[in-house]
């Protein structure tokens, strides 16, 4: 997906919000955008989703599932929370007894089944964000833009949408997200851009400094001939063995697409990758 030379103008005197921006994203890949109140970053991200069209340039390339979760949801529809995720799930394309599953599965995720048949304009403003991000995984997006999507959460349901952000980037797709805390998903991040004087200026992520937090390694052994589940980097070697190196805010939806693969995988270690010994230290050890 490519913006070329993108901008949007608001309000009354048609002021610039953005503009010149030039940017491309790639299939599995996790993309933070940073910057000040008012620069921009969510016009960015409505941009990047197709829920506001630019003033001027180009976005092409957008994937044909794409899912967007606002900062604030949306709560006055005339429907409940189940209702309106399985009303979405027919839209995507699902039956209605498999849209009905999906969406009490994606609720109970979210620790919000107990609201599954609570009007949404009755919601809390917690309970709403976790029915507006198991909205956006219905349709398994290949495009994810999120907007402060975690603000609202309670702990266990940011750690849930932490877990559901790297599944979705191990399967091969984009990931876009704005979030006030500097820490959030900071190890897994590929690349991050400030917003800012109209435009974008890269910054390093930790990945890009090589300080990209712990790290997981994984041996596994597939079926005779298999190639990797999509969104896993390398290749098995002849004996149909492979070692992954990932962020440890990856591994979980790593080892989910090796185990949920058919056949699945077998997954022989798991270990946290260590920093090599100090020469010195390292000789003590060979001498003890």
């Not at 959460?153 to 877990?163: F, H, N, Q, V, Y």
């Amino acid at each position: 997906m490519r913006l070329e030379r993108v901008g949007r103008r608001y309000g009354l005197r048609g002021d610039w919000v953005l503009r010149d921006v030039d940017l491309e994203l790639g299939p599995g890949s996790l993309i933070r955008f940073q910057g000040a109140n008012g620069t921009g970053k969510s016009t960015l991200l409505k941009v990047l989703a197709g829920t506001d069209a630019p003033t001027e340039g180009r976005v092409e390339g957008r994937p044909g599932r794409v899912a967007y979760v606002p900062e604030r949801f949306p709560g006055g529809l005339p429907l409940t929370a189940l209702g309106y995720l399985v009303h979405l799930g027919r839209i995507h394309g699902l039956g209605r007894a498999r849209a009905r599953e999906e969406a009490l599965a994606r609720l109970e995720r979210f620790g919000a089944a107990g609201h599954a048949r609570t009007p949404v304009a009755e919601l809390s403003k917690g309970a709403a964000q976790k029915v507006a991000v198991a909205q956006a995984l219905m349709a398994e997006p290949e495009l994810l833009v999120l907007d402060e999507a975690w603000t609202g959460l309670d702990e266990a349901a940011r750690d849930e949408l932490d877990r559901a952000v790297a599944e979705r980037v191990a399967a091969g797709a984009t990931v876009a997200y704005v979030d006030h805390d500097p820490r959030r998903l900071a190890g897994a991040v590929d690349v991050a851009y400030e917003v800012a004087g109209l435009g974008l200026r890269a910054v390093n992520s930790p990945a890009q400094e090589g300080e990209s937090g712990p790290r997981v390694r994984i041996l596994a052994v597939g079926p005779q001939g298999a190639a990797l589940p999509a969104g896993l980097p390398g290749a098995p070697d002849a004996d149909g063995a492979v070692v992954l190196t990932v962020p440890a805010a990856r591994s979980d939806a790593a080892l989910r697409a090796l185990l949920g693969a058919q056949p699945p995988w077998h997954v022989r270690e798991v270990a946290p990758v260590t920093a090599p010994a100090e020469p010195a230290r390292a000789a003590e050890r060979n001498q003890a």
